[in-house]
C-alpha cells in the first residue's frame, strides 16, 4: 500500500505544478486564521481523496481543505490525515518549498507517512521503522537521523516562532536553517539537521507524516513537556498541537 500512496502523492504534486508554472492567476482566499489557500489546494485535496477512498473505502479521511464536526472525529481510531498543499506561502512566494503531505493513523500514532515536494521531485516515505529517500523514479535509498557535535536547527521560513529567540539562547553552538512546509522534518529524518523545535500554532495534518518520518529515521517527535506527540482524537480537544521538537 505504501507504494500506492506514494504514486496519489506523485499525482497530486503533477498537479500542483501544471499550475505553479502556469502564467494564469492563481485563485487565493484566506481561512479565519489569516492563513491562505487556493484552488490549487481544492485541486489536489480531490485527487488524493478520490484515490484513498478506492483503496481504502472503509478508512475515514481528515484533509486540512474540509470542516469536520470534531465529535464525530473524535471516535475514530484509524484514519488518514493529509495536507493536500503544505506551505501554500511558500507556493505562492514561487520559492519550490511545499509539499504533498499523507499519512495514516492509527490508534493514535502515525505508522506510514509519504511527504512529496514536487518541486525538487523528492519523495520521502516510510512505515513503522523504515523510511526511504527517493530523488529519482524508482531510486529508494533507506534514510537515517544523524547527531553532530555541532547541531542545526532547522526552523520555519514564513511562521517565526517568538519563543523560538529564548530557547535557543539557551545553547552553546548551533547552526540554524530556515525552511518551509514540513521538509523540516525531512531533513532530520535523513540527518541533514538534528532537531526542528516549535513553539508556535500547528495542527495535526501539518505534523503527522513528519513525525512518521522521523521516527522511522530512529529520531523522535516530543512535546516540550516530554509526551510523544500523539493524534489519538479521544484524548483530544481539537486538531490543534502543542509545542514539540523533532531531534535525532
Request: with cysteine; net charge positive; aromatic share 14%.
Given at each position: 500500500m505504501l507504494n500506492q500512496i506514494c504514486q496519489i502523492a506523485r499525482l497530486a504534486g503533477s498537479v500542483i505544478m501544471k499550475f505553479y508554472h502556469a502564467e494564469k492567476l492563481i485563485d487565493v482566499s484566506y481561512k479565519s486564521d489569516n492563513t491562505p489557500i487556493t484552488n490549487v489546494d481544492c485541486e489536489a485535496n480531490n485527487i488524493i481523496k478520490k484515490e484513498l477512498?478506492?483503496?481504502?473505502?472503509?478508512?475515514?479521511?481528515?484533509?486540512?481543505?474540509?470542516?469536520?464536526?470534531?465529535?464525530?472525529?473524535?471516535?475514530?481510531?484509524?484514519?488518514?490525515?493529509?495536507?493536500?498543499?503544505?506551505?501554500?506561502?511558500?507556493?505562492?512566494?514561487?520559492?519550490?518549498?511545499?509539499?504533498?503531505?499523507?499519512?495514516?493513523?492509527?490508534?493514535?500514532?502515525?505508522?506510514?507517512?509519504?511527504?512529496?515536494?514536487?518541486?525538487?521531485?523528492?519523495?520521502?516515505?516510510?512505515?513503522?521503522?523504515?523510511?526511504?529517500?527517493?530523488?529519482?523514479?524508482?531510486?529508494?535509498?533507506?534514510?537515517?537521523?544523524?547527531?553532530?557535535?555541532?547541531?542545526?536547527?532547522?526552523?520555519?521560513?514564513?511562521?517565526?516562532?517568538?519563543?523560538?529567540?529564548?530557547?535557543?539562547?539557551?545553547?552553546?553552538?548551533?547552526?540554524?536553517?530556515?525552511?518551509?512546509?514540513?521538509?523540516?522534518?525531512?531533513?532530520?529524518?535523513?540527518?541533514?539537521?538534528?532537531?526542528?523545535?516549535?513553539?508556535?500554532e500547528t495542527y495535526i495534518w501539518d505534523t503527522a507524516a513528519g513525525h512518521a518520518l522521523v521516527v522511522a529515521s530512529g529520531g523522535i517527535v516530543k512535546t516540550w513537556k516530554g509526551s510523544d506527540l500523539n493524534y489519538c482524537l479521544s484524548s483530544r480537544s481539537s486538531f490543534l498541537n502543542p509545542g514539540f521538537y523533532a531531534s535525532a
Open positions: 477512498l478506492s483503496i481504502t473505502p472503509q478508512i475515514p479521511i481528515i484533509s486540512e481543505e474540509e470542516i469536520y464536526n470534531f465529535d464525530i472525529c473524535r471516535h475514530w481510531n484509524d484514519y488518514w490525515l493529509i495536507d493536500p498543499l503544505d506551505g501554500t506561502k511558500e507556493f505562492l512566494k514561487k520559492n519550490g518549498e511545499f509539499t504533498v503531505n499523507i499519512s495514516l493513523i492509527k490508534d493514535g500514532m502515525p505508522v506510514l507517512g509519504v511527504i512529496y515536494a514536487p518541486f525538487f521531485d523528492v519523495l520521502y516515505s516510510s512505515y513503522h521503522k523504515e523510511s526511504w529517500k527517493e530523488k529519482k523514479l524508482g531510486f529508494k535509498e533507506n534514510i537515517k537521523v544523524s547527531k553532530s557535535k555541532i547541531s542545526t536547527f532547522i526552523t520555519s521560513r514564513s511562521h517565526p516562532d517568538k519563543e523560538l529567540k529564548n530557547y535557543l539562547d539557551g545553547v552553546e553552538s548551533y547552526k540554524i536553517k530556515r525552511l518551509g512546509s514540513s521538509l523540516k522534518f525531512c531533513l532530520v529524518a535523513e540527518g541533514t539537521a538534528q532537531i526542528y523545535p516549535r513553539f508556535g
